[in-house]
């Protein structure tokens, strides 16, 4: 599994640890604030969204850091 797969599972399971992963704390932070207070305000309808574009974010940052990595070496 390539890098930018590992960091979208980790944010599909638990938003937030797949930009941990990434180096991106803040935006970790972020998914960790926001996600769970959605899960309660709406009975887990939006948690569900939370997770999946947690998982679309970390993939395409982990996309775009390997391929500036790639480009430079």
């Not at 990434?22 to 769970?36: E, S």
Request: glycine share 16%.
């Amino acid at each position: 599994m390539s890098n930018s797969g590992i960091a979208a599972v980790l944010s599909l399971i638990i938003p937030g640890v797949g930009q941990i992963y990434n180096g991106h704390f803040w935006r970790a932070l972020f998914w960790l604030i926001i996600t769970p207070g959605l899960w309660i305000g709406t009975g887990g309808f939006l948690g569900w969204v939370c997770h999946l574009i947690s998982a679309y974010t970390a993939y395409n940052k982990a996309e775009e850091k390997s391929q500036s990595g790639s480009q430079s070496g």
